[in-house]
DNA sequence: CCAAAAGTGTTCACGCTACACCCATGC
DNA sequence: GCATGGGTGTAGCGTGAACACTTTTGG
């Protein structure tokens, strides 16, 4: 039959899990226990099984570690350098997902040998798999500036300076903190809690929560979130 | 060994062939001569070979029916659904390139079977692939926005009006003739040739050459390409 | 009262919008 | 001279940038 002439290939997926702590993004990264490169730290992965689709794979990849569903989870690009995994030729598929790091089980970290890393102060990884981060890192920049995933990455209620030190660590800048504060207060998507937090100041800061009802809303009535000019 | 015991999959690539003739955007579609679906149209596609990466096969399936080499061309993303293609499991990487619609040989048209169609013109595809064209178009209304990449549908020499008719093929609103004008005056990346285009008008259009180095140069300066507030 | 973070006010400049207007030329 | 598309001028408005200022409260 016509498709049995044709290669074929292992396929896999690669996760890169990014979470936000102490102002700044950190990863989550595996050290491996098999071979090959075993010892080495690599991003989260595994191989592609015949009855899932590669969203489904990654999925099953992020929920064997973390224990969570519903996440943001988004493709990145293929991976098929020919020796970019030298025991075999194996195409990867890069994703990468934002987690509220407060949400992670704690125990899951030493049980599976994983460690969250700030970028800064990341091992080097096994084949590709910086290449992958990189393109994250890129990806989520783009992103933020445009549509809300921000959120993705916080705790459900925050403070504005609190949002604001994760955009500053997105887009690897100070943002001027009046302006930053006016700019999203005047979109209308955060709702004011009749909560301070009062860790970070003497007169406390209010906490707030993102209303994805009502972004959904206004953004199928065409207005669109744009904070790419703070 | 450990990877053998891995799923295997046939892994293809499909282009989203873009052109701008005739003031709209149009995509070049292929008439299938083998099973399965053979006589629907498709986009041109072609199986991943073992000794090339995803990128190289996406080139080749191009060349083979363009005869165009050093095309504008990216990775859309996988797809990769169990029953996309109802004779095997193939999972397969979407690509967009963008051509001027001009270098190709309309001998290679009846040739291979392909022809141009306008959006709306456009017959159903098989499998997936009208999901493919979508995200295709998608994409170039982003990027066009913030990257030059609307002058590889162009010919070298093109009047403004031309410019335009392809911003607003691509952003499918209208855009106001003098700001258009200006905003891409101002950027300094037109080159005026000492040529008019008398076709359009009995003044005569100046036509204008987009300068690539300098874009590289104010690039990597620090300035950004953006028009996406015209 | 003072320090320090939260939050508000205000000015300025730049750039987009809208629309009026001039230009060149073939008929 | 007039119709037509090419191209310029310009007033008004909105918004981001910068920075001064007020508020709150624990020490």
Known sequence: MFYTSKDSFHLAVDCVILGFAEDSLKLLLYKRDFEPEKG????????LKR??????????????ITG?????????SAF?????DPAARVVSMGYYSLININDYDSAMLKQYGVEWYAFDEMPDLIFDH????????KRLKRKAKTQPI???LLP??????????LYEAIYQRKLEP???????MSMGLLDRLPIKDMNSSRKGAFLYAFNKEKYEVLSSLGYSFDVSRI
């Open 150 to 152: 921000g959120f993705e």
């Open 80 to 84: 098929s350098k020919l020796d970019r």
């Open 40 to 47: 080495k730290w690599s991003l989260l992965g595994g191989f």
């Open 178 to 184: 009046a302006n930053f504060r006016r700019k999203f």
């Open 130 to 137: 910086d290449e992958i981060v990189e393109k994250s890192l």
């Open 51 to 64: 009855e899932e689709t590669l969203d489904e794979a990654a999925y099953r990849v992020l929920a064997r």
């Open 156 to 165: 459900e209620n925050f403070t504005i300076t609190q949002l604001r030190n």
């Open 68 to 76: 969570l569903r519903n996440i943001f989870m988004e493709q990145l």
